[in-house]
């Protein structure tokens, strides 16, 4: 199935998926959104002026009929300190080296997107992620007058698969904005509009019991009511954090992560163990490599059957194929959707998926700034359809290098009414 597909104007047997042409309520206004420098192609202003009464224009037909011409398009390193160093089962990152995404259109719009480079996890380092951004540009730049959906079909062509997932990703979301700042609506409302609003987790990275209970007593105070505690490398140490977590925030609630660090048996082992402290995970993610495909459907259906806990396919979930393998053999019962691990586009083919087949939804990211944090907090807003949010880790940095964009206060995040993602970088500060 390809990514238009997911886009079709009948009606579903669910309620409408990402972008779909049912936020005609959201009918976008020329004269209260646009600035002066944007001006919209003849297609869509033929489009809006035809429609009696007005309908929006909803992401299908931006595919079919939104002619994008690219002026300018470019990717530079975007290079952020921690707070302190993030570790997880199978990395450790002492700073973000990520790649910003710029794309100007020629009626003055720009969109923005970010490649998130992680360790072990994302395909590309930011040094292939520069070449391979720097030939999406070049691309689009010699591709005016192509409409939206034929673009981001060859953009996948030349980005394929996972191997360039992150950099695909990134040149999506700057593509979309763009469109989206074109058409004057905010990328919440146009992936559906169900909310302007969302509330996350808050990780807590492999540390000692004494560090972990310093940072829960500070989310505590900050609101934080979910805690997400990476998990995977020492089962012992992990009991002794999740013990330390728990005499500081007694009411909170737990998501486990291993990434990968666990085999089977001590995934259940864990499980087993926390069960005699009553402590029930309300998530287990990623308990076992991401090729142990039969230590992932024995885990899930002991922690469900036996411990009410829900498994999560994060790492074994890179594409529409893997996506389709656990919910044919029953392996996991929620997927973490992670647009630098799919893709935009096939993000969406995911999602699809797992609602038609009744499985639960999660969204999260990688070690990313508030422009792919903000893409992915408003496809989430704008869906309304996950059941567990993960979109933490720009409270994490040192810095926040985006201006504007959605308001943060502890756990919720806000999103405006601003013209597409409504945060932006400083380009000429960017490296």
Known sequence: MGPSALFSSQSPPLPPLCF??????????????????CKLPAAVSASMAAASPPTCLGFKNLMETFAVDVQRAEGRPLNVPLKSPFTIASSRLEGVENVAIRIELSNGCVGWGESPVLPHVT?????????????ACLFLKHSSGKTLGLLLNQINGLLPGHSFASVRAGIEMALIDAVANSIGIPLWRLAGGVSNEITTDITIPIVSPNEAAELASKYRAQGFETLKLKVGKNLNV???????IRNVH??????????????????????????????TPILFEQPVHRDDWKGLGHVSDVAKNKYGVSVAAD??????EDAKRIVNENLAHVINIKLAKMGVLGSLEIIDLARSSGLDLMIGGMVETRLAMGFAGH?????????????????????????????VSGPVYKFTNARGHGGFLHWDNIA
């Open 250 to 279: 007694p009411h909170c609630s737990f998501i486990l992560d291993a990434n990968e660090g666990y085999s089977s048996d001590e995934a259940i082992q864990v499980l087993q163990k926390l069960h005699e402290m009553e402590v």
């Open 379 to 407: 496809l989430a807003a704008g869906l309304g359809c996950f059941k567990f949010i993960d979109l933490d880790t720009p409270i994490l940095l040192a810095e926040d290098p985006v201006l504007e964009g959605y308001e």
């Open 315 to 320: 790492e074994s979930c890179r594409s529409l």
């Open 238 to 244: 992990d009991i002794q954090v999740l013990q330390a």
């Open 123 to 135: 395909a590309e380092d930011q040094t292939t992620a520069l070449a391979k951004a720097a030939d």
């Open 20 to 37: 779909s042409s049912s936020i005609s309520k959201f009918t976008p206004s020329t004269t209260n959104y646009l600035p002066p420098q």
